[in-house]
């Protein structure tokens, strides 16, 4: 007894030392002459002040770096570069980054209304394997957008040309007839556009990924230029169009490794990538994150060259809520985990498995006791039998090498039919995906689609605006043959939210506003299901064609509550004249659902 009191003593000892250890240190930026709007590079001086409050700090500090109000510029000279290797981007490397926040164990930026302006092509804010970090009330954007915005001026669809006004904020040049937009040590030639309505900011219907006349053209006055063989007669006067290319370098945050990471009141306006990536990461919380314009008056029509927000290989809890997400150039969240092919079976316990997608590569996939379950890509189906990784080894021809192999031993003796030169198998890490409550959002004016959930975990959509997505709204998904993304819903909740024409364009999985649908090349073949646990209920749909839910291989499904009012503000264009289009759909629970007031039955 003695002994126990003793040890119970000084553990308290322990803790009190500990507590005493740790204090709160707060970082005015104005006391080190880091000043709003003085059109100062901040670059290299927040990047000096980091690395001293680093040396500085202990884990068991808590450190607060507060921005006065106003406008901070930062430029890639004197900017620390990096190799990252970001899911879902371009794997090109270094990246330059303006501030990276690397292994703080508790720190809090607060902006007060800081608007961090950037130049050139740079990762504005990296999160690199820190705990307990706050980022709070601050916005990210960029002086020069690669995505050139301009307006029709005319359109001439007999002949074939276009006159088209790029806006004011736009510099570019003409080289041997050919249209270039030009920035801050940077040049690209648009090869793809978005249309938008003027004023409305809505995507013009029925008009999907365009292609823009930048060959062949010709300056008629400053800021204004002839396309000769420009045809689209969609393209009325006074259309504005995001003009892009396909490129996604760096996302506007990338968040990675961390622990309990949160953000209040954070915009991202403007980011060559996606918004916020996150990629093996436990637990994110959003309040108020927006991937949005500058308010109703702002002249841009469009955010980020892609997702505004994507979650890659994650775990524990994935919050957003009140967030406003329009503009961007794909979803507004996407939420998966990353299939390794089986490329070889050296043994009963051991495998070679690789990333596939070019985007996706070069991070690690798994730790030591993580639950892995094993999926024939034709089919799409899961073996009943999970495994736990016992070893795990990047497989590298050189040091420098980007992670894309791995030999990986499991526990537990793998079935002999778990045999890659059979069939193509995939391997999804189990113990790497979250649960997540999307709530009160608004989702508007993008191009592709709404939302998309991969996660076996509890999943909550509630209470969410879907205004204008111009594919589906809500997309559930999986492919582990061109994407790679995992995997099955097992538990989803999709109510109180409501739908406003959606599906004005056709992308790929667009189906129906609510698209279940997993990547399945051998439907026919398939014995189990891929999706189950899927509830939709008491939501609002405003539309004005047939799709409402199309599911694929899914094994208990509730439809109940929902209302449908139907609009004639487009014309019906889809192929899908169904309202629900089932495939491989067992159990299914369809009750009390309105159109235009009335009861329906399923079919």
């Known amino acids: 007894m003695k002994k126990i009191i003793l040890l119970v003593l000084l553990t308290t000892a322990l803790n009190f030392s500990l507590m005493a250890q740790s204090n709160v240190k707060i970082y005015k930026l104005s006391a080190y002459g880091i000043k709003p709007n003085s059109g100062k590079n901040t670059t290299p001086l927040l990047t000096s002040l980091l690395k001293e409050i680093k040396s500085k700090t202990s884990d068991l500090d808590k450190v607060i770096i507060q921005f006065e109000k106003g406008r901070y510029d930062f430029y890639p000279e004197g900017a620390i570069k990096r190799e990252y290797y970001i899911s879902n981007h371009d794997q090109d490397n270094p990246k330059i980054v303006g501030i990276e926040i690397e ?92 249309a938008f309505e003027n004023g409305t900011k809505h995507i013009i219907f029925n008009s999907g990924d365009i292609r823009v006349g930048t060959k062949s053209v010709s300056e008629v006055s400053p800021g204004k230029i002839k396309a000769y063989h420009w045809k689209n007669k969609k393209l009325i006067s006074g259309t504005v169009i995001a003009m892009r290319s396909w490129h996604r370098p760096a996302p506007g945050i990338f968040v990675h490794k961390g622990k309990n990471i949160s953000f209040e009141n954070v915009k991202v306006h403007y980011a060559e990538g996606m918004g916020l990536l996150a990629q093996l990461t436990e637990n994110i919380y959003m309040d108020g994150f927006g991937v949005c314009l500058r308010g109703k008056n702002d002249p841009r029509y469009f955010t980020t060259q892609a997702d505004a927000t994507h979650f890659s290989g994650c775990k524990g809890e994935i919050i957003s809520k009140n967030g406003l997400y329009e503009g961007m150039m794909d979803d507004a969240i996407n939420i998966h985990g990353t299939y390794l092919k089986i490329t070889k079976k050296l043994d009963d316990h051991t495998v070679i498995a690789n990333y596939m997608h070019e985007q996706s590569y070069g991070f690690d996939w798994g730790n030591i006791r993580d639950t892995v379950q094993f999926i024939q890509s ?30 990986i031993e499991f526990t537990k003796a793998l079935d002999p039919v778990i045999d890659p030169s059979k069939q193509d198998i995939g391997i999804e890490n189990l113990s790497w995906t979250p649960s997540v ?117 899914v094994d208990g499904l509730v439809f109940t509550g929902n209302k449908i009012q139907t609009n004639k503000e487009y014309p019906a264009f889809h192929s899908n004249k169904k309202r629900f289009l089932f495939e491989r759909v067992i159990g299914v629970d369809f009750s009390d659902n309105k159109v235009d007031g009335k009861p329906i039955e399923m079919l």
């Open 437 to 553: 409550v999307f709530t009160g959002n608004t989702i508007r004016n993008n191009r592709a689609r709404g939302a998309l959930f991969s996660t076996p975990k509890p999943t909550l959509v509630a209470n969410n605006l879907f205004d204008h997505t111009s594919g589906c709204a809500i997309l559930l998904c999986g492919d582990s043959n061109g994407w790679y993304e995992t995997g099955s819903c097992r538990d989803i909740t999709i109510r109180d939210n409501k739908f406003v024409n959606a599906l004005t364009s056709m992308y790929q999985f667009t189906s129906a506003i609510i698209s279940i649908y997993p990547e399945i090349p051998d439907l026919t073949n398939q014995k189990k299901y891929f999706h189950s646990g899927i509830r939709i209920l008491n939501n609002q749909f405003d539309t004005f064609d047939q799709p409402i839910l199309y599911a694929k291989s």
């Open 378 to 407: 034709k089919t799409m189906e899961l073996w009943d039998a999970k495994n736990t990784i016992a070893a795990i080894k990047p497989i590298l021809r050189n040091s420098t090498d980007p992670i894309k192999e791995f030999k």
């Open 103 to 194: 292994k703080f164990n508790n720190i809090t930026l607060i902006g007060k209304g800081t608007d961090l302006m950037f130049h050139g092509r740079m990762l504005p804010l990296a999160l690199i394997e820190s705990s307990n970090v706050k980022i709070k009330d601050l916005s990210i954007d960029f002086e020069k957008p690669q995505i050139t915005q301009v307006k029709i001026i005319s359109n001439d669809t007999t002949a074939g040309n276009i006159v088209f006004e790029t806006a004011p904020w736009v510099k570019y040049k003409l080289k041997d007839s050919t249209f270039y937009n030009t920035g801050e040590g940077w040049e690209m030639q648009p090869t793809s556009g978005i």
